[in-house]
């Protein structure tokens, strides 16, 4: 008959379900990747997703022209950066956020004299354009 290992307190959640030393490396991945979903579920709000929405045929004309005069000048016409650095890898927020930002400044990034309504316009024409 063979006995069981008796294991440190780190491992009690093995020693509560008597899994052999051979099936640790099995639980330690499982608690590695259910530690990743509940942290990935912890920042996730309704919203956060930034789905693909770019439908063809819409003019972003108003959004450009705005970001040419109010962004371009520190964030460069392509959203890479000029005297400031680029906005391209801020798109992971969400709109709301963007818009924020730009209506309420953030750091170094000054409050932008526009309307919500202007910012979202930006915010369109940054995710389907640039």
């Known amino acids: 008959m063979k006995r069981c290992t008796t294991y440190r307190s780190t491992d009690m959640l093995a020693t509560l379900h008597l899994i ?5 490396a099995a639980l330690t991945l499982l608690r590695v990747l259910l530690i990743a979903v509940l942290v990935g579920a912890a920042g996730c709000d309704e919203g956060s ?21 109010q962004c371009a000048p520190c964030h460069g016409t392509d959203g890479l950066g000029a005297s400031s650095h680029g906005i391209i890898h801020e798109l992971h927020h969400t709109d709301s956020q963007l818009i924020q930002v730009m209506l309420d400044g953030k750091g170094s990034m000054p409050v932008v004299n526009i309307t919500e309504t202007e910012a979202a316009s930006i915010v369109d024409y940054m995710r389907c354009v640039l």
């Open 49 to 69: 997703v930034v789905p693909p929405r770019c439908p063809e045929g819409v003019d972003y004309s108003d959004g450009e022209t705005l970001f040419e005069a």
């Open 20 to 24: 052999p030393p051979n099936a640790r």
